[in-house]
Nanobody
Framework: QVQLVESGGGLVQPGGSLRLSCGAS????????MGWYRQTPGKQRELVAN???????RYADSVKGRFTISRDNAKNTVYLQMSRMRPEDTAVYYC??????????????????WGQGTQVTVSS
């Protein structure tokens, strides 16, 4: 069974930095796009940034120039370096990945997986 496990959330002051990590484990054949989303109460989950298997990146306009996404394919891990953080960055951050894996049924396919979410709070 494939799992995504996030770490690195917490409380940070405005202008500060945090680094999120998300590692994938399980019966993985390959990983395509990995990304980070965030969600606040009453709002839809929104894309923060994603990165393809050949390191093409895309960012939400609100985080361009402040956040950097990267990945370590050898570790099946994606990172989100957040700098110059603002109160409006406060949210639950979710990791996502498009993974070619073998299901417990024995069927191999390309599936979308999500992490459990990690709280990020930007406040003085």
């Amino acid at each position: 069974q494939v799992q995504l496990v996030e770490s690195g959330g917490g409380l940070v002051q405005p202008g500060g930095s945090l680094r999120l990590s998300c590692g994938a484990s399980g019966s993985i054949f390959s990983i395509d796009t990995m990304g980070w989303y965030r969600q606040t109460p009453g709002k839809q989950r929104e894309l923060v940034a994603n990165i393809t298997s050949d390191n093409f990146t895309r960012y939400a306009d609100s985080v361009k120039g402040r956040f950097t996404i990267s990945r370590d394919n050898a570790k099946n891990t994606v990172y989100l370096q957040m700098s110059r953080m603002r109160p409006e960055d406060t949210a639950v951050y979710y990791c996502s990945a498009e993974i070619v894996a073998v299901r417990p049924t024995g069927i191999m396919g390309r599936f979308d997986y999500w992490g459990q979410g990690t709280q990020v709070t930007v406040s003085s």
